[in-house]
T-cell receptor, first 113, second 115 residues
């Protein structure tokens, strides 16, 4: 079945450092891919998405490119802020049932001043 | 985008009781789903809430424990029955519609603690 593998956290960074969170997937067909963010004590917010190979999703300085050849959707940000401290989830849209999401384990990111 | 309201936002429940969580969307949507997020864990899909028919449950989740209703295209409820401490989780409603492209939106979640 479909699955998502995400790098383990916590990831601790200094402000203005470069952030990468690795995400790879296994799926039949061509799923849509998502990054969601969960700030402390809050629900889930969509950060960005990509619906086909080579698409690049971007939002709030974050980017991720849908790489079919490596089945990856790594999240990057060039200069993190303390306010980026959160848990980040990579998710895959089910190819056999539209709307259902398969989530990765989540990566906690802690940004220190 | 869709605006999703969940109630209650937080609750502390007694062991053995049941609680119903409501999910209200500001527009008609095709698909509604319920997820569970146990403490420190990722999200797991409980079921798809089907309008006018029985919900479709994922492996490991049963209707007797998590009855779901969806009377129309903007509203759904999830009941957590006969609760135990293991049911302490965040329960999240999500919605999607092809009018929103391939975007799936989530409510703020209902944070339940069972004591």
């Amino acid at each position: 079945g479909d699955s998502v593998t995400q790098m383990e956290g916590p990831v601790t960074l200094s402000e203005e450092a470069f952030l990468t969170i690795n995400c790879t997937y296994t799926a039949t067909g061509y799923p849509s891919l998502f990054w969601y963010v969960q700030y402390p004590g809050e629900g889930l917010q969509l950060l960005l998405k990509a619906t086909k190979a080579d698409d690049k999703g971007s939002n709030k300085g974050f980017e991720a490119t849908y790489r079919k050849e490596t089945t990856s959707f790594h999240l990057e940000k060039g200069s993190v802020q303390v306010s980026d401290s959160a848990v980040y989830f990579c998710a895959l849209g089910a190819t056999d049932s539209w709307g259902k999401l398969q989530f990765g384990a989540g990566t906690q990111v802690v940004v220190t001043p | 985008s869709a605006v999703i309201s969940q109630k209650p936002s937080r609750d502390i429940c007694q062991r053995g009781t049941s609680l119903t969580i409501q999910c209200q969307v500001d527009s008609q949507v095709t698909m509604m789903f319920w997820y569970r997020q146990q403490p420190g864990q990722s999200l797991t899909l409980i079921a798809t809430a089907n309008q006018g028919s029985e919900a479709t449950y994922e492996s490991g989740f049963v209707i007797d424990k998590f009855p779901i209703s969806r009377p129309n295209l903007t509203f759904s409820t999830l009941t957590v029955s006969n609760m135990s401490p293991e049911d302490s989780s965040i329960y999240l409603c999500s919605v999607g519609d092809r009018e929103y492209g391939n975007t799936i939106y989530f409510g703020e979640g209902s944070w339940l603690t069972v004591v």
